[in-house]
């Protein structure tokens, strides 16, 4: 199980040093309804908690998630990138894949605003519903994306000059 060791991050309450909630930009890809509609909920659910200020962005896929992701982080605190690609008989899901994870790493390298990495990359449907965060899934990788991001940004903050 892929959330086996993860650890236990506490994002409840955190703000800007001013005091002010975080801003979180949540963009979301459309394929595979069922499965995104879980991730978009967890991730609502860790925003919540942490009181964080939400935008969402929806894009047509997972390929598209890194040039949403390099348009917006400057305007925020973090950003959360929810995906799904299934693996088809095709080379597609690796170039998808591929571009998804560099691109997204890229944006938040270079940028500097943690980019919390909720892009499943499934071998089959029911994969992605287990890890969707939905009833019966055993994971909710749209909450740890978005908890991740956040607890990164806090720590980022601290170092600051």
């Known amino acids: 199980m892929s959330g086996h060791g993860a650890p236990t991050i506490d994002i409840s309450g955190l703000t800007t040093e001013a005091g002010a909630p975080l ?18 909920d967890g991730a609502r659910r860790a925003a919540a908690e942490a009181g964080a200020e939400v935008t ?21 605190d973090a950003v959360a990138a929810l995906g799904v690609v299934i693996r088809g008989g095709t080379p597609h899901f690796e170039y998808v894949c591929q571009a998804a994870t560099s691109g997204l790493t890229d944006v938040s390298v270079r940028t500097g605003v943690p980019v919390g990495f909720g892009v499943l990359t499934c071998d089959t449907e029911q994969q992605g519903l287990d890890r969707a965060g939905l009833p019966g899934s055993s994971e909710d990788k749209g909450h740890e994306a978005v908890s991740a991001a956040l607890a990164t940004a806090a720590v980022l903050r601290s170092w600051q000059q």
């Open 23 to 40: 801003r979180l930009a949540i963009i979301a890809a459309s394929w595979h309804t069922q499965i995104m509609d879980g991730l978009l």
């Open 56 to 76: 969402e962005i929806r894009v047509p896929g997972s390929f598209e998630l890194p040039v949403a992701a390099a348009r917006v982080a400057p305007r925020f």
